[in-house]
């Protein structure tokens, strides 16, 4: 995606150890319209396939999965990183962030992912694929279909896409970068 | 706003000590053609308001602020709640939730939150005003001129308006809960 891939080069910064912020636009600024084209890409991405619900995790992956939600007017689903006190009957999956160097908890009630739901997970990042991970196991809980995944930004470097297409489970990302090595970012063209 | 009231009062749940539970269609599970009605509608309140940013804090206010940000074609900033590691020159501020009866943080980035800025703040509730209070002391740091704040659900008989009224912000909620003694949902209409 041309618009992703330009903004990218001009607005995002690398720091030692992989880490590509994206700040200006994605993760704490962000740009609407920019969202909204991303959520149209994916739409057209997986044009033929069949989606009832879209799930995201806290926070950034709510922009573009509520861009996408709203274009096919379909419900969405955030997981929640901790376990809130109103949240009884609730599905939990344990996710090792490597940026962060500590575990978390993806969390969706039972109530909203159900053996009806065909999901398509949307985030802004894959890294390791541990989220990913996460959703998948929520999903198989419970009963629902995964029937895709679709990423903002892929860290191919970090393999997380391997965990997913191992799975059979179909994974796209909008701008793929192949090395933040010397921070110089270089995405697949 | 009646859409919004109705909807409450069909899929909102009542918890003892004022809680109200609205993830069927805001906090958890979205709905964001409800989410557009109600960027519509603070959009309208704010009609002869100028406005060049929309702030708002992760996770539940990211969905209307983009929703708003989008129509009115505007950046929206989510304060986070941790700072992150990659974020070197920020603003803080320190808010306690009387829900989860902790302290945490607003933190935004000087990047993003200047002395040109004109900033409507938006949320999905507010209860006793406590972030409301920890975005009008990160927009006082910032030397931002906050010109409202728009609130999808206010628990009025939790009194948060008083002290953004106080400093002379404008306030405008879409729902206000008169009470929620011995779980009865109680809207003013």
């Known amino acids: 995606m041309k618009t992703l891939i330009d903004r990218i080069l001009k607005d995002g910064k690398c720091y030692e150890g992989g880490i ?3 700040d200006k636009f994605i993760n704490h600024q962000l740009d609407p319209n920019l969202m909204k084209q991303i959520a149209v890409e994916l739409i057209r991405r997986y044009a033929s396939t069949e989606i009832n619900k879209i799930i995201t995790v806290e926070a950034s992956g709510i922009a573009p999965a509520i ?12 997981a929640k ?8 009957d609730m599905l939990s999956s344990t ?20 053996p009806e ?3 398509l997970f949307v985030d802004d990042f894959l890294a390791y694929g541990n989220a990913a991970k996460g959703i998948m196991d929520l999903c198989k ?3 629902a279909e995964l029937v895709g995944m679709g990423f903002i930004i892929e860290k191919a470097f970090q393999n997380g896409r391997e965990a997913i297409e191992a799975a059979g489970i179909r994974c796209e990302s909008l701008a793929i970068i192949d090395s ?5 970012i270089k995405i697949r063209q």
Do not use: W
């Open 20 to 22: 590509l912020k994206v």
């Open 67 to 78: 861009m996408m939600g709203f274009l096919l007017d379909l419900p969405v689903v955030f």
């Open 81 to 88: 990183k901790k376990k809130p006190s109103t949240m009884a």
């Open 95 to 114: 996710v090792f962030s490597f940026t962060k160097q500590r575990e978390y908890h993806v969390c969706i009630s039972k109530e909203y992912l159900t």
């Open 117 to 119: 739901d065909k999901v």
């Open 141 to 143: 809980q419970a009963g």
């Open 180 to 184: 933040l090595d010397n921070c110089e």
